[in-house]
C-alpha cells in the first residue's frame, strides 16, 4: 500500500469502517511507515478529545448572549487604558484657536526654521570663502618671499611644481 492510498483510508480506519482486508493492508502500511504512523496517532489523539461528551456540548450549545451594553463597556475600557500624554499646551490650543490661527503658526514656524537655514548656509560660505581668500594670500606671500630670497631658483621650483601636478 501507497502513502497517498493510506491517507484515503485513515479516517475510514479510524471509524471502524474498513474490512478485514482493508484494516489488515492499512495496519502493515502504518507499521512501516513513520510519516503514516505519526499521522494516525495524531488524529487518534485527536478523535479521543472531539468524543468527550463534556467537549460536544460546550461545542455544540449555542453561546451565551451578550450584556445590551457590551461595546459601550469595551470602549469605556478602551478608553481607560489609552496611554495619555502629558502635553498641557496642545489641548488648551484646540480648545481656544481655530484651524486657521493654528495653520498660520505653523507657516510662520516653517518660514523661519527656512530663513535660519539660509542664514546659516550663507554664513558658512561666507566664511569657507574667507579661508579659502586668506590661504590664496598666505601663499602668495610665501611664493614671494621664496623669490626673493631664492632669486631665480624659486622661479625653477615653481615650474617643476607645475609640471608635477600636471602629470598627475
Not at 504512523?37 to 463534556?54: A, K, S
Request: charged share 25%.
Amino acid at each position: 500500500m501507497k502513502c497517498e492510498e493510506a491517507r484515503r483510508l485513515r479516517d475510514a480506519y479510524l471509524d471502524q469502517a474498513l474490512t478485514e482486508d482493508e484494516t489488515q493492508a492499512f495496519e502493515a502500511h502504518a507499521a512501516e511507515c513513520e510519516a503514516c504512523w505519526q499521522e494516525l496517532v495524531e488524529l487518534r489523539d485527536l478523535g479521543f478529545d472531539l468524543n468527550d461528551p463534556e467537549l460536544q456540548q460546550l461545542v455544540m450549545s449555542e453561546p451565551s448572549p451578550l450584556p445590551i451594553d457590551f461595546t459601550e463597556q469595551v470602549m469605556a475600557r478602551v478608553e481607560a487604558e489609552r496611554p495619555r500624554g502629558i502635553n498641557v499646551v496642545w489641548p488648551w490650543i484646540r480648545r481656544r484657536w481655530s484651524h486657521r490661527q493654528v495653520a498660520s503658526v505653523a507657516y510662520a514656524m516653517s518660514a523661519t526654521a527656512v530663513v535660519i537655514s539660509a542664514g546659516e548656509l550663507l554664513y558658512v560660505w561666507n566664511k569657507s570663502s574667507d579661508t579659502v581668500a586668506l590661504l590664496a594670500v598666505k601663499s602668495q606671500a610665501y611664493l614671494e618671499a621664496a623669490n626673493a630670497y631664492f632669486g631665480g631658483l624659486g622661479a625653477y621650483v615653481a615650474a617643476a611644481w607645475q609640471w608635477v601636478t600636471q602629470l598627475m
